[in-house]
């Protein structure tokens, strides 16, 4: 997990609120990632960031939102519209984003809809 | 489609003997793959990779995995299990999707070592 922090580790939310996961990276790495993980499935890509101001869209981006302001940081907003939000949120990043580099894993942080 | 298949929930070994943990992919173009493992509560560690070379990738805590292209497979191998070995591994294979290369995962394997 090292070079990649992510907090809070647990997050409890009430239905119809915003939470904001975060994700830090001092890896000097350009890009970034947010999977999200389910009991018994591998992991489904969110959204991903190649560059600082740039965003796209992965497999399962509705519900979500995040920014890419500094190179560092890649935050993740779980809004009230994600209908089932309750999963274990993983960041990822690696050095560039062609298929030859390999993504580092964050500690993950696991978010629980009351 | 491309895809990556663990075929095994879990694969249970006693201490001191070999595992194998198994992974197949289904990918146009050349196969980028990758095996992590992860520990209760904790996020994906990385164990190895294959891009390209030889067939046989060696990578951390004493584990390797064999390419074979002919039967599209990807299986992790230890010579010697050890009870902390016990974890979730995913098989994943790295694509292109828009402009990135993104990472699509097996359903992940159980790992037992027993004592």
């Given at each position: 997990d090292g070079g990649i922090t992510q907090s809070p580790k647990y997050l409890f939310r009430k239905e119809g609120q915003n939470v904001t996961l975060s994700c830090e990276q001092n890896l000097n790495h350009d890009a970034m990632y947010w999977y999200r993980?389910?009991?018994?499935q591998g992991l489904r890509l969110i959204y991903y960031?190649?560059?600082v101001n740039?965003?796209?869209?992965?497999?399962i981006a509705e519900g979500y939102s995040v920014s890419r302001e500094k190179k560092e940081s890649f935050p993740?907003?779980?809004?009230?519209?994600?209908?089932?939000?309750?999963?274990?949120?993983?960041?990822?990043?690696?050095?560039?984003?062609?298929n030859t580099d390999t993504q580092y894993f964050g500690p993950g942080t696991r978010l629980t809809v009351l | 489609a491309q895809s990556v298949a663990q075929p095994e929930d879990q694969v249970n070994v006693a201490e001191g003997n070999p595992l194998t943990v198994k992974c197949t992919y289904s990918v146009s173009g050349n196969p980028y793959l990758f095996w992590y493992v992860q520990y209760p509560n904790r996020g994906l560690q990385f164990l190895l990779k294959y891009i390209t070379g030889d067939n046989l990738v060696k990578g951390s805590y004493g584990f390797e995995a064999e390419f074979?292209?002919?039967?599209?497979?990807?299986?992790?191998?230890?010579?010697?299990?050890?009870?902390?070995?016990?974890?979730?591994?995913?098989?994943?294979?790295?694509?292109r999707s828009g402009n990135t290369g993104k990472l699509i995962f097996g359903q992940g394997t159980t790992l037992q070592v027993k004592p």
């Open positions: 993980q389910d009991p018994g960031s190649q560059i740039d965003f796209q869209k992965g497999d993740l907003t779980v809004t009230s519209a994600q209908k089932n939000p309750t999963a274990f949120y993983l960041c990822a990043s690696s050095r560039t984003e062609l | 074979n292209k002919s039967q599209t497979s990807f299986h992790l191998k230890k010579p010697s299990a050890l009870v902390s070995d016990s974890a979730l591994y995913f098989c994943a294979v790295r694509v």
